[in-house]
């Protein structure tokens, strides 16, 4: 990424709770650039970045992810999380085998008004993303220590999405009696409205992804309990 210190607040008005003066984050100038190419607020700057700070403390003793440099965890964790906010219109979403919170944390951050629960079935990691709602306060998230099949909320949410977890179709196999079904929903309609899964947007899979689509909206549809 382009570093343009230009987007960013000048370090001298970056101050604390005190009015005390802040040392600017080594890889804020970054981050801003980074939002900024993504058409997001850099106002969310500090926030996203006390988030990466705890991931890479806890990522010494918890091995919660194998990217361990600070700067490759903001490329590729951040801004990689970040680069699907265009689709994520939504009030609320469920954020399937989420690790350490991506992309679920990032997006809730720069959307607090959304609604965003994150499953994750590893007891370490649930942990640490209590710890991240306790010290960022997000007020809009919450934890579900489970697999995504066994998360007993069928039609709670309007977007699923997994990050690194399976192919689509696997994901929707797992995560599909998540997803609210409307009156007169057809397996098309279902999952062109539901595009939001693993960063992919309906138009652009091939044929043959979208016939293996449409058959786990298909079984997901005639497994799910009606609510």
């Not at 965003?116 to 960022?136: D, P, Y």
């Not at 039609?155 to 009156?183: C, F, K, N, W």
């Amino acid at each position: 990424l382009l570093v343009q210190a230009s987007l960013c607040p000048n370090p001298r008005e970056l101050r604390d709770n005190s009015g005390m003066t802040k040392p600017q984050h080594p890889l804020h100038a970054q981050l801003c650039a980074g939002l900024a190419e993504l058409g997001l607020d850099t106002g969310f700057s500090q926030k996203l970045l006390d988030y990466l700070d705890l991931m890479a403390r806890w990522n010494k003793t918890y091995n919660l992810t194998a990217i361990r440099d600070p700067q490759d965890m903001l490329v590729k964790h951040l801004l990689d999380s970040l680069a699907m906010h265009p689709y994520f219109t939504q009030a609320n979403l469920a954020d399937l085998g989420t690790g350490p919170g991506l992309p679920g944390i990032p997006l809730a951050i720069i959307r607090p008004e959304a609604h965003i629960s994150l499953v994750e079935s590893n007891g370490k990691k649930t942990r640490f993303l209590r710890e991240v709602l306790r010290q960022l306060t997000l007020p809009n998230v919450r934890v579900i220590e489970s697999r995504a099949e066994a998360v007993a909320e069928h039609g709670q949410y309007q977007a699923i999405t997994a990050r690194a977890m399976d192919r689509l179709s696997g994901i929707l196999a797992v995560g599909g009696h998540l997803l609210v079904v409307e009156p007169g929903d057809g397996v098309e309609r279902y999952a062109f409205r539901h595009a939001l899964v693993q960063e992919v947007v309906y138009d652009e899979l091939l044929p043959g992804e979208r016939r293996n689509l449409h058959r786990a909206f298909a079984e997901a549809l005639e497994a799910r309990t009606p609510v």
